[in-house]
């Protein structure tokens, strides 16, 4: 992914607030996979330093660009968040991320863009659980036996004498479509 495509993400997400991340948003080509879209984004305060805190519809990138440090990057998979919240101040507001026993606290972002932030999250994070149950789902009816498998199965029960012969003779016409 080229850096206009990630700027235009940004420009149909509505997203407005990226001071002091400028060298974080250009970082981010090498950062996000091609199939990711951005759905959201801001910049803040985690630990004292500026980050570009990036949502997609699979996780939550914290991107630091240090002078000497190079790039910090640190994510969180959307499956992994147990909750997000926000409060506001009078200027700004912060972000509280909690995946499993950790929180990650992001401070000084723009008030506008806390909650839009964390309602984001909240329906992405939604969303991509959502699909991993119903493919998780799909998997598991994939590996359902078909019509011969199931028979041997039943034929298996009835000579283990768990099922009788009419029993057997009933489910393999239900099996057949008979």
Not at 39 to 62: E, H, M, P
């Amino acid at each position: 992914m080229n850096l206009e495509n990630i700027q235009k993400q940004m420009k149909a997400a509505g997203v407005s607030d990226t001071f002091g991340t400028k060298k974080e948003v250009k970082a981010l080509p090498e950062i996000l996979s091609d199939d990711e879209v951005i759905k959201y984004a801001t910049s803040g305060f985690v630990d004292g330093n500026t980050v570009l805190v990036v949502l997609t519809q699979k996780r939550i990138i914290f991107i630091d660009k240090g002078m000497i440090f190079g790039i910090k990057s640190t994510e969180v998979p959307l499956d992994m968040i147990n909750g997000v919240s926000y409060s506001k101040g009078l200027l700004l507001g912060k972000i509280a991320i909690t995946n499993g026993a950790v929180t990650t606290l992001i401070e000084q972002v723009d008030k506008s863009t806390a909650p839009i932030m964390v309602d984001k999250i909240k329906e992405a994070s939604e969303q991509y659980k959502s699909s991993l149950r119903n493919a998780s789902a799909n998997t598991s009816n994939d590996k359902m036996l078909d019509g011969p498998d199931q028979i041997r199965k039943y034929k298996a029960l009835l000579d283990e004498g768990i099922l009788t012969q009419e029993e057997f003779d009933t489910k393999k016409k239900q099996i057949l479509n008979m």
